[in-house]
């Protein structure tokens, strides 16, 4: 994909969303942080079911903590590999209050130190707690990157380097979230919606769908 293409694909999407966010509910980068772990093979709607029940009643590390296993379970039942994402969401409680003063670090390193945080969950939180410019490369924008031509890649870190050589400056903080919403509800897997794309034109996926079927 030609520079000035980079350049007018991100320009729609601005001029489409100019400020696109996660649609994860959070008030805090702990809440943030909380709401990615659980989000792992499930979906934001469910998530929010939740952290919406969750967080009145506990959204410190410290009171997360106090639950305990037995009294967060039942908060989070309704998600998927609960019990080893509430395992995790302990032990991430205790390891912010001993080693990092209750706060979530801004450092990847200590960020994939956590438990149920790896790579992707580090770049969200990164890039939508902390404004940086990172890239979360989930299933939905490795399906972008490689139709569209953007920045084609075999595997998701191949496809996150492509895409923070290939984003244009001045859209890297928002990219990420363009991608995966587009991702989410227009570039769908089974069959995508390329007559509703506001990039369609720029695309360069060769099996493009027609809106009268």
């Given amino acids: 994909m030609k520079p000035d293409t980079r350049?007018?694909?991100?320009?729609?999407?601005?001029a489409r969303n100019p400020h696109p966010t996660t649609e994860l509910e959070y008030g805090s980068a702990f809440e943030l942080l909380i709401a990615v772990i659980l989000s792992a093979q499930a979906t934001d709607k469910s998530v929010n079911?939740?952290?919406?029940?969750?967080?009145?009643?506990?959204?410190?590390?410290?009171?997360?903590?106090?639950?305990?296993?037995?009294?967060?379970?039942?908060?989070?039942?309704?998600i998927g590999l609960y019990n080893a994402k509430a395992k995790n969401i302990i032990e991430t409680c205790r390891i912010l209050i001993e080693q990092h003063g209750s706060q979530v670090p801004r450092d990847r390193a200590a960020l994939e130190a956590l438990p149920g945080v790896g790579r992707k969950t580090a770049n969200v939180v990164l890039n939508t707690a902390f404004g940086?410019?990172?890239?979360?490369?989930?299933?939905?924008?490795?399906?972008?990157a490689n139709r569209t031509g953007l920045a084609p890649g075999k595997t998701v870190l191949a496809v996150?380097?492509?895409?923070l050589k290939n984003v244009p400056q001045?859209?890297?903080?928002?990219?990420?979230?363009?991608?995966?919403?587009?991702?989410r509800y227009v570039c769908k897997a089974r069959k995508p919606e390329c007559?509703?794309?506001?990039?369609?034109?720029?695309?360069?996926?060769?099996r493009k769908t027609r809106a009268d079927g």
């Fill in 49 to 78: 079911v939740a952290t919406r029940k969750l967080f009145p009643v506990a959204n410190t590390p410290q009171k997360i903590h106090a639950l305990g296993l037995d009294g967060l379970v039942p908060f989070v039942r309704t």
């Fill in 132 to 144: 940086e410019p990172t890239m979360a490369v989930d299933t939905h924008i490795f399906r972008v």
């Fill in 160 to 163: 996150e380097k492509k895409l």
């Fill in 170 to 183: 001045e859209f890297l903080q928002d990219a990420h979230h363009w991608l995966i919403l587009l991702g």
């Fill in 7 to 14: 350049i007018a694909m991100f320009e729609r999407l601005r």
């Fill in 195 to 206: 007559p509703a794309c506001p990039i369609a034109d720029l695309c360069a996926y060769k």
